[in-house]
């Protein structure tokens, strides 16, 4: 079974860009996560989905930040216009809902803004 | 609200040395615990998981013994090896009022010596 799937791997943006993270979360399952990861902050969680409804959208930063999953089996997160501050890997996951059950993270998206 | 305290590392053992990463949470209801571990340039994975109070997880020769009286649940193996060397995360999952979500720690980075 594949495993979350992340697209890209790396960006490389210049400030005032527009950018667009992707993530396909593992078949079957319900819940969808975003976190940031940096050095600074640690591992933050920016919103997580709920069959395709956002559920907690406490985390996102700021206005900039924007999240959709439009269907089970996809999700972006974009952030427009991008700052260098938001430099950071970008983590999906994928659990079951309602149970205490395993989160499974993508490989993440290292995000450097310029 | 919830929140998990981590031992702050780096941690730098010999291989074969016994290892401690202390963790204590606070939550409102009863939470399951876990523990994460992230090796170099990969998404985080489950470590290993406990769901009542005096469950012991274990999992690669890690243990951790839920330990409601206390609110911990600290990392230990007997004998490190280089391969686990890694960014360790202890979660308690909140059931909460809603659906439920991991808070992660801030990690302990572990470095193993051969």
């Known amino acids: 079974d594949a495993g979350v799937i992340q697209s890209p791997r790396h960006e490389v943006t210049e400030m005032g860009q527009e950018v667009t993270l992707r993530c396909k979360p593992i078949?079957?399952?319900?819940?969808l996560f975003w976190y940031r990861q940096t050095m600074m902050r640690g591992l933050e969680l920016l919103i997580y989905?709920?069959?395709?409804?956002?559920?907690?959208d406490s985390g996102m930063p700021e206005d900039r930040f924007s999240a959709k999953m439009p269907n089970a089996s996809f999700s972006t997160l974009k952030i427009q216009p991008s700052e260098p501050r938001d430099s950071a890997v970008y983590f999906c996951?994928?659990?079951?809902?309602?149970?205490?059950?395993?989160?499974?993270f993508g490989p993440g998206t290292r995000l450097t803004v310029l | 609200g919830d929140s998990v305290t981590q031992m702050e590392g780096p941690v730098t053992l010999s291989e074969e040395a016994f290892l401690t990463i202390n963790c204590t949470y606070t939550a409102t209801g009863y939470p399951s615990l876990f523990w994460y571990v992230q090796y170099p340039g990969e998404g985080l994975q489950l470590l290993l998981k406990?769901?009542?109070?005096?469950d012991k997880g274990s999992n690669k020769g890690f243990e951790a013994t839920y330990r409601k009286e206390t609110t911990s649940f600290h990392l230990e193996k007997g004998s490190v090896q280089v391969s686990d060397s890694a960014v360790y995360f202890c979660?308690?999952?909140?059931?909460?009022?809603?659906?439920?979500?991991?808070?992660f720690g801030r990690g302990t980075q572990l470095t193993v010596w051969p």
């Open positions: 989905f709920n069959n395709n409804v956002p559920i907690d």
């Open positions: 979660a308690p999952f909140d059931r909460g009022s809603t659906l439920g979500r991991l808070y």
């Open positions: 406990a769901t009542k109070a005096d």
């Open positions: 996951a994928s659990s079951m809902t309602g149970t205490a059950d395993t989160q499974y």
């Open positions: 078949s079957g399952h319900n819940s």
